[in-house]
C-alpha cells in the first residue's frame, strides 16, 4: 500500500529538527513518496518557512489548538502517516492519533533534559512513547524511550564542496552553528575566542535564540541566522562545545563541505568523530578543553589536517548519505499502515 508522510513540529526557529524535516522531505521525495509539514501554529518562523518554499515543500499550520489539529488528522486518509518531531508534538500527535485509533511515528533529537516545564514536558513525551513507532538520533537517547530504533542523521551530499582548505594557513576560520541556549554552550564558545589573538584565530557565530541579548559578542564576528550556503564558505574548522547533544545535522553538513570538527564528546558525536581520524575530540565542555584542542589543531602537519578532512567526507559518504535511513523509515512506514484501511 502506497503511502504520504506529514511531519508534525512546533517549531518557532531553525535548529536541528527544522533542518532534519527538510533533509527528511528530500529523501522521501527521492523515493517518490509524497510528504509536508504540519505546524502546531504559526510562530512567524519566516526563514524556515522560506527554506519549504524553496525546497517546494508544502506546509500548513493547525491553528495552535488541539480540535483543529484533530481534525486535521481525522481529514487525512489512512493511507496518510503521521511523524512528530520535538516534545510539544510528539504529546499532541501521539494523543490525537491515539484518539482516532492510528499509529504515531515519533523520532526523539534532544538530548538535554531540560528545565521546569521543558523538563516536565520531556517526561511526558517518554511516558507517552509506549503509544509511538520511536525512532531516537543518538544511542544514549533511545535507551531512554520505549522501544526506540536509532535512527541516525542524514543529509544530501555536497559533491561541491571547497577543496582549498585554509587550515593549513592562518588566520583559521573557527565557527560556532547553531541555537544560542545554554545546552549548545555558546558562552564557552566566546570565552574561548578571547583568549586568541585574531592574527591566528578569527571567530564567527552563527544562529540565534534566548542568549543572544546576554552575549558579549566583541571577540567574535557575529552573523545571526543564516542559510546554510552562507555558512560554510566562511569556515575552516566548526565548533561543537554543547553540553548536551544528540547527532547535531551541522557536524555531517561541515563534514560534507570540507570544514574540520573540533566536538565535545557528547551524545552520539563520541561514536562519530575519530579524534585525529576525522576530526578532534575536546576531553569536555569546558572552554581549557576548546582552547587545548585549538592550539594542538595548530601544530599538526597540513598532512594530519587534509588527511581528516578526507576521512570525515568518506564517512558521510558511507554512512549518512540515506539510504540506510530509508530502509528504516519505510520499513517503520509500513508496519504503521492499518491492516485493514476503510475506504478514504
Known amino acids: 500500500m502506497k503511502y504520504s508522510v506529514i511531519l508534525f513540529v512546533d517549531s518557532s526557529i531553525i535548529g536541528g529538527i527544522e533542518s532534519h524535516i527538510i533533509a527528511l522531505c528530500n529523501l522521501l521525495e527521492q523515493y517518490n513518496i509524497k510528504s509536508s509539514v504540519l505546524f502546531y501554529q504559526d510562530h512567524n518562523n519566516i526563514a524556515f518557512y522560506n527554506r519549504l518554499d524553496n525546497a517546494n515543500i508544502d506546509y500548513q499550520f493547525a491553528g495552535g489548538c488541539f480540535l483543529g489539529l484533530y481534525k486535521i488528522i481525522k481529514g487525512l486518509p489512512s493511507s496518510s502517516l503521521l511523524h512528530t518531531h520535538g516534545y510539544k508534538a510528539s504529546i499532541l500527535g501521539k494523543l490525537a492519533c491515539l484518539m482516532q485509533n492510528r499509529r504515531c511515528i515519533?523520532?526523539?533529537?534532544?538530548?538535554?533534559?531540560?528545565?521546569?516545564?521543558?523538563?516536565?514536558?520531556?517526561?511526558?513525551?517518554?511516558?507517552?512513547?509506549?503509544?509511538?513507532?520511536?525512532?531516537?538520533?543518538?544511542?544514549?537517547?533511545?535507551?531512554?524511550?520505549?522501544?526506540?530504533?536509532?535512527?541516525?542523521?542524514?543529509?544530501?551530499?555536497?559533491?561541491?564542496?571547497?577543496?582549498?582548505?585554509?587550515?593549513?594557513?592562518?588566520?583559521?576560520?573557527?565557527g560556532f552553528v547553531g541555537r544560542l541556549s545554554y545546552e549548545k554552550a555558546p558562552d564557552i564558545f566566546i570565552e574561548t575566542a578571547k583568549q586568541f589573538s585574531s592574527e591566528y584565530l578569527n571567530f564567527h557565530m552563527f544562529g540565534d535564540g534566548p542568549m543572544a541579548s546576554e552575549l558579549d559578542l566583541t571577540a567574535i564576528t557575529y552573523h545571526g541566522q543564516c542559510e546554510p550556503e552562507q555558512i560554510w564558505p566562511h569556515l575552516d574548522v566548526l565548533v561543537v562545545c554543547s553540553r548536551a547533544e544528540g547527532l547535531p545535522m551541522v557536524v555531517l553538513e561541515a563534514m560534507s563541505n570540507g570544514v574540520l570538527v573540533i566536538s565535545a564528546p557528547v551524545g552520539q558525536l563520541v561514536k562519530i568523530i575519530e579524534h585525529l581520524k576525522n576530526g578532534l575530540l575536546m576531553t569536555d565542555s569546558s572552554t581549557d578543553a576548546l582552547v587545548n584542542q585549538l592550539n594542538y589543531l595548530r601544530s599538526l602537519s597540513a598532512e594530519q589536517k587534509r588527511n581528516m578532512l578526507k576521512n570525515a567526507k568518506q564517512l558521510v559518504e558511507q554512512r549518512f548519505s540515506g539510504k540506510q535511513q530509508f530502509e528504516q523509515l519505510n520499513k517503520a512506514y509500513t508496519a504503521s499502515l492499518p491492516a485493514f484501511p476503510p475506504n478514504s
Open 106 to 174: 515519533s523520532t526523539y533529537h534532544a538530548g538535554e533534559q531540560g528545565q521546569g516545564l521543558v523538563y516536565l514536558y520531556n517526561r511526558l513525551d517518554k511516558l507517552l512513547s509506549y503509544f509511538s513507532f520511536n525512532f531516537a538520533v543518538s544511542d544514549i537517547l533511545s535507551k531512554q524511550i520505549y522501544k526506540a530504533e536509532l535512527l541516525e542523521n542524514f543529509i544530501s551530499l555536497n559533491n561541491k564542496s571547497k577543496h582549498s582548505i585554509n587550515i593549513e594557513r592562518e588566520p583559521i576560520n573557527v
